[in-house]
């Protein structure tokens, strides 16, 4: 992973109010591939995996969205322990860290590599995202089919939420918290959001601000009342 730019030293333990938290993992990306890169946080002042085995993984699959359905759900308990699903685990956490790199290249103005688009090309060959038409409303909508029959048909809605944010977000409202290693889409009306979180590091880095400038106060005021 990228190192830390100036500047990022302080302030980077996530917090722990459960405002920020859905069944262990952060959800402040808003959006599931900026959450599932925020999977890898600095929680006391070092990178903490939150995905050491396939049960967080199952766990964050379910917590994300990524699978609602009962059936499915039962579906992924009974991959527990198998080396199928332990090795879907480990290739979507190479998966992620690749992606970030190709996230932080968004951030700082660059595109992702050739080398990325290419292998992220291939995969959705491998594992496209089967879809289908809903009534909503009088109206239909077009709705993606989730029903993976062994852990890698996991990859189609991860490959294809990944294609997605690189190709129909507006890319540069990406961001990566001025306070910490977190990523988010800006969806403020302004864009103008700088924090992962204001629990996490808004609200830390405002303390910070005001307990520097309270320190900072005696020292101009003596400066001032030296005589000249």
């Known amino acids: 992973m990228a190192a830390d730019p100036p500047g990022r030293t302080e302030h980077k333990s996530?917090?722990?109010?459960?405002?920020?938290?859905?069944?262990?993992?952060?959800?402040?990306?808003?959006?599931?591939i900026l959450d599932l890169l925020n999977t890898?946080?600095?929680?006391?002042?070092?990178?903490?995996?939150?995905?050491?085995?396939?049960?967080?993984?199952?766990?964050?699959?379910?917590?994300?969205?990524?699978?609602?359905?009962?059936?499915?759900k039962s579906r992924l308990k009974s991959w527990r322990n198998s080396p199928q699903a332990e090795a879907f685990r480990r290739q979507l956490l190479t998966f992620r860290e690749h992606l970030r790199n190709a996230i932080l290249r968004i951030e700082s103005g660059?595109?992702?590599?050739?080398?990325?688009?290419?292998?992220?090309?291939?995969?959705?060959?491998?594992?496209p995202l089967r879809t289908a038409l809903r009534r909503v409303d009088g109206r239909f909508v077009r709705e993606p089919v989730?029903?993976?029959?062994?852990?890698?048909?996991?990859?189609?809605?991860?490959?294809?939420?990944?294609?997605e944010l690189l190709s129909d977000s507006n890319t540069t409202r990406i961001r990566?918290?001025?306070?910490?290693?977190?990523?988010?889409?800006?969806?403020s009306k302004k864009g103008s959001r700088r924090w992962c979180s204001m629990n996490i590091c808004g609200n830390k880095v405002k303390v910070a601000a005001y307990q520097r400038r309270k320190?900072?106060?005696p020292k101009?005021?003596?400066t001032r009342s030296k005589p000249s």
């Open 110 to 127: 660059s595109a992702p590599t050739d080398e990325f688009v290419k292998d992220l090309n291939a995969r959705l060959l491998r594992h």
């Open 220 to 222: 101009r005021n003596a």
């Open 176 to 187: 990566r918290c001025e306070g910490c290693i977190l990523h988010f889409i800006d969806t």
């Open 215 to 217: 320190r900072e106060r």
């Open 146 to 163: 989730v029903d993976p029959r062994e852990p890698a048909d996991l990859w189609a809605p991860i490959l294809n939420a990944t294609g």
């Open 14 to 32: 996530a917090s722990r109010n459960p405002a920020d938290w859905i069944d262990g993992f952060l959800f402040v990306g808003n959006h599931p």
């Open 40 to 72: 890898r946080p600095i929680i006391d002042e070092r990178p903490t995996e939150l995905l050491p085995d396939y049960l967080a993984l199952e766990r964050w699959l379910i917590a994300s969205g990524t699978v609602t359905s009962s059936r499915i």
